[in-house]
């Protein structure tokens, strides 16, 4: 019964796994461009740096992390103890790696990201937000990227 409740839940954990690496971080950086947004044309404006704000980039939690360190938790507390004692250490076990699990996936999930306000040569003031990949200064002279979509800023 054991080798079937083993093998069941590696089987478990290897579908998470693969559901997990689907679903891979997109970055948000103004360096980074995906196969689609090559030899599409940008609008450029051109600006100055009013303001720069650390915020954090949080792209949510699939539950995978979760699931995953359940599994994981409750699997490790079946090996111990016999009988009650074994469903309690996995229950426990379960409980544990579930809040580990989530913990993890939540810090993989979030990334530090900078809000920079411009204010443009013809006066107006934009924020945009993007990963935190390039130093910016206030007073610095930017250029924005926009494709109608999606702006970033660059030097």
Not at 22 to 45: D, F, I, K, L, W
Not at 88 to 116: D, K, M, T, V
Request: some cysteine.
């Amino acid at each position: 019964m054991k080798n079937v409740f083993l093998s069941t839940t590696l089987t478990s954990l290897l579908a998470a796994g693969l559901v997990l690496s689907g679903c891979a971080v997109q970055p948000h950086s103004a360096n980074v461009y995906s196969g689609r947004q090559t030899m599409g044309e940008q609008s450029v404006r051109m600006g100055v740096v009013e303001s720069i704000r650390n915020v954090v980039i949080d792209n949510g939690q699939s539950g995978v992390g979760t699931l995953g360190g359940a599994a994981l938790g409750g699997l490790a507390g079946s090996q111990v103890g016999q009988g009650n004692g074994s469903i309690a250490a996995a229950i426990g076990g379960a409980i544990a790696g579930g809040l580990i699990g989530q913990h993890i996936e939540q810090s993989a999930n979030s990334r530090p990201g900078l809000e920079i306000t411009v204010k443009l040569d013809n006066g107006n003031l934009t924020a945009i937000t993007q990963d935190a990949d390039e130093q910016f200064n206030i007073g610095d002279r930017v250029r924005l990227l926009s494709n109608g979509r999606t702006t970033r800023v660059t030097h």
